[in-house]
């Protein structure tokens, strides 16, 4: 019996006919997903479900979904897609993050002149029969300096057109090299630095807690006076009451936003100032953008569906059904690897390095190098996955290789993961034990036996007496049980190491106390996907 598939939002006729060529049983409703009751009492008849924003696959509607074995979103954002319901569930989630990136970068530029040269007030005025020719006057973009916060695929494009108009380009990314940034012609900078000297600014990175109100009210303060905010990212990057204040007051000359922090944005601090252009989410609102990620979702669901490839998926590796008996806890191992670094590094990493040995070495290695990457760049950018993570990865100039050798060790296998920044390398190894988990074996050099948990707390001191009592007590002083309490030392009185693996998250006020007794180095909470 051929696979059926739902099509539950508005997709090309085109796309529908990729599906019917395939061989699949395509049913088009695109109305139907703006009735969760009715995709509820249907959804259990399909394989395939296809959307785009319109469909909220939530987690009433996956329980429902007894057949359904992958979900294709045409577009980047998956946040209508409950994904650890789907992951439960055992259903594949995948999107299409390259579809529309130039068309998303041109709205943000045509944003940019929009605001400098007040265009849509001056066309409201002109329709109502005005001639306010003195009333708009603009500014040139040319010789202007823009501050591109995100110079990854999209801030990228954003970047090189910027160029093509003159501009002087500064860029902050915590992912973007020097070594790139000297190929873009941007000029690296730090945020302070961007927010001083930029007369526009765009965003070009997603929604995480550490870019949420990135121009919160402090940082809008630092900006220069007559600033430029253009915002076609995300909702919520900005404080849009502290822009509307600064607006009023005109330390804010103008802004331009596409995304707002509540959407369908039907009222907002922003509407109804002057000087400020509004769109309704329209960055990947274009005929070319919408036909590539429709075209894209009805391939990559095809393919699965029909031989079991899987691209472009966010809660699964690219491997297929064979290898994935074998290789499924070395990737969950490597990813947990890259998760450690990703979460311990906050300075532009410059080259990645992956030793593979003994089993691991006769493995998918491209699976096993995207997974590490992607838990890496998870840190920052949890829209990243096994597929977009090495292209993410080389967008910002960060060298990835690889090493296999013969096993050489007490391990039959194991991953060591490096990377190098300007300032360090921080490695660590790991291994899958006899019971199927992963362990980690090995920290700067370190040797350990520290079995992963969803939440754990990472330290390191001087070797001496006292850290271990001053560890238990704290944590037991204040509630925080500990699962497992791994040391690790270079040498007697050197250096060395604690990996404690907590029941729950370790609370602020106990990473303070720990801090307060002089003893460590450095204390670090950490957390793992184990589920």
């Known amino acids: 019996m051929a696979p059926k598939v739902l099509v539950s939002d508005k997709l090309s006729e085109t796309a529908v006919q990729i ?3 395939r061989g699949i049983d395509v049913d088009f409703q ?4 703006k009735d969760k009751d009715k995709l509820a009492e249907v959804i259990g008849q399909y ?12 987690e009433k509607i996956l329980e429902n979904a007894h057949n359904l074995k992958v979900i294709a979103r045409a577009g980047i954002g998956t946040d209508n897609i409950d994904k650890v319901a789907a992951s439960k569930k055992g259903v594949i989630v995948m999107n299409t993050p390259f579809g529309n990136m130039i068309t998303t970068a041109e709205h943000a530029i045509a944003m940019m002149f929009a605001v400098a040269r007040q265009i849509p007030e001056a066309s409201a005025s002109t329709h109502a029969g005005k001639w306010e020719k003195s009333r708009f006057m603009g500014t040139e973009l040319t010789a202007k300096t823009l501050g591109v916060i995100g110079a990854g695929n999209i801030g990228g494009i954003v970047c090189d057109r910027a160029r093509g108009l003159k501009m002087k380009v500064i860029a902050y990314d915590p992912f973007l090299s020097q070594a790139k940034a000297d190929k873009m012609g941007v000029e690296k900078v730090e945020l302070d630095d961007l927010l001083a000297r930029a007369d526009f600014i765009t965003l070009h990175v997603p929604l995480t807690d550490q870019t949420r109100n990135i121009l919160s009210r402090e940082n809008l303060e630092k900006t220069k006076k007559g600033v430029r905010i253009i915002n076609c990212a995300r909702g919520g990057l900005v404080d849009e009451v502290a822009a509307a204040e600064m607006l009023k007051s005109g330390h804010i000359a103008g802004a331009a936003f596409d995304v707002f922090a509540q959407e369908p944005a039907t009222e907002n601090p922003l509407f109804g100032l002057p000087n400020v252009v509004c769109t309704p989410h329209l960055g990947a609102a274009t005929t070319e953008a919408q036909e590539n990620v429709a075209l894209q979702v009805a391939e990559q669901m095809s393919d699965y569906l029909l031989t079991g490839a899987v691209s472009n998926a966010l809660n699964m590796p690219s491997v297929t059904a064979e290898e994935a008996k074998v290789m499924g806890p070395w990737i969950k191992l490597a990813g ?25 070495s006769q493995m998918n290695l491209a699976a096993l190098t995207s997974a590490s990457v992607a838990g890496i760049m998870k840190a920052v950018n949890p829209e990243v996955n096994m597929v977009s993570a090495p292209v993410v990865a080389k967008e910002r100039g960060i060298k990835i290789s690889t090493t296999h050798q013969d096993k050489s060790g007490a391990f039959e296998g194991y991953i060591k993961l490096t990377v190098v920044t300007d300032k360090r390398e921080r490695s660590i190894g790991g291994t899958i034990f006899s019971d199927g988990k992963p362990r980690f074996i090995q920290i700067k050099g370190i040797n350990i036996d520290a079995e992963i948990g969803n939440h754990m707390l990472y330290t390191t001191n001087r070797d001496e007496p006292g850290i271990i009592g001053a560890l238990g ?10 699962a497992n309490f791994t040391l690790g030392r270079s040498n007697a009185g050197g250096e060395a190491i604690a990996l404690l693996y907590v029941d729950a998250p370790v609370p602020d006020d106990v990473i303070e106390k720990l801090q307060a007794t002089g003893l460590f180095q450095q204390v670090k909470p950490l957390r793992f996907n184990v589920d």
Do not use: C, W
């Open 30 to 33: 695109p109305d139907l997903g």
């Open 19 to 21: 599906f019917r060529d």
């Open 47 to 58: 394989d395939g479900l296809a959307i785009r924003s319109a469909t909220k696959v939530t």
């Open 473 to 482: 007590n704290t944590m037991g002083g204040s509630g925080v049980n500990i």
């Open 336 to 360: 947990h690897l890259g998760a450690f670094i990703g979460q311990m590094t906050d300075e532009p990493i410059k080259a990645i390095n992956i030793l593979y040995d003994g089993v691991a």
